[in-house]
């Protein structure tokens, strides 16, 4: 069955801005840590958490966090996620979760677009649906149940198929993390979660996610030949974001 994306941010630092602006104050203030958190706690750290961005002083920025679950994505854009090694991931087992009772799965638009194409995709997919039922049940008559079985069968799964999973990243690979994957040349589906998930921190720490995106955003294009040639456009998108 066809599913879709669906992006929730579970949780984050408590006050993220203001517990990035007391990490960078205690590298120069004297101040025990009591009266730096009072002085942070009462006082607006906008101003001075935009001074730390424009500085470039980022290592503050690692010490707030966010916590997302993602379902309806494609084990093709998790096996692209995971390439971010600087974050936490659990991912839905396919060796712990059978998918005798049907697996979902991604159909990209350039393939719905076409009813032909989308047909046989869908065709494909229930094919592939008997071969894991077929390769479960064989197994099974041999006496390699539960695991075992599922470990084996899952060979037959194409890349469409659906997965689950929990990302959490600090502040500052988010920022990495939405300057690769929201650009244009980023694949379809993982530029997708990438906007669903910025436009979920950017209520939550809006200093430090104001010109979050595509590297095109807060400066020229950084893909150099390979651009897309719209930044003005994705300017004025990210700006409604």
């Not at 104050?25 to 424009?54: H, R, W």
Request: charge should be positive; aromatic fraction near 8%; proline fraction near 5%.
């Amino acid at each position: 069955m066809e599913t879709n994306l669906k992006v929730i941010l579970l949780a984050h630092t408590p006050n993220p801005e203001a517990t990035i602006a007391m990490a960078a104050k205690l590298c120069y203030s004297p101040s025990d840590i009591e009266s730096l958190k009072q002085k942070t706690a009462t006082k607006d750290q906008k101003g001075f958490v935009e001074k730390l961005m424009n500085m470039g002083h980022m290592s503050p920025i690692e010490h707030a966090s966010f916590t997302f679950a993602v379902e309806g994505i494609s084990r093709a854009c998790s096996h692209q996620l995971v390439r971010h090694r600087l974050a936490s991931y659990s991912q839905q087992s396919q060796r712990y979760v059978s998918e005798e009772g049907g697996f979902d799965y991604v159909i990209p638009q350039t393939i719905k677009g076409d009813p032909e194409l989308e047909k046989y995709f869908i065709e494909f997919m229930g094919k592939a649906q008997k071969a894991y039922n077929h390769v479960v049940k064989r197994l099974n008559k041999k006496g390699i149940k539960g695991e075992a079985a599922n470990q084996d069968a899952r060979f037959v799964l194409p890349n469409a198929a659906e997965t689950k999973i929990m990302i959490t990243m600090n502040a500052r690979e988010l920022l990495h993390f939405f300057r690769q994957r929201c650009c244009n040349r980023a694949q379809w589906e993982i530029r997708a979660m990438a906007i669903e998930m910025l436009k979920a921190v950017k209520g939550i720490a809006p200093t430090v996610f104001a010109v979050s995106g595509p590297g095109c955003l807060a400066g020229p294009c950084p893909e150099g030949a390979y651009t897309c040639g719209k930044a003005v456009e994705v300017r004025e998108r990210f700006k409604k974001l």
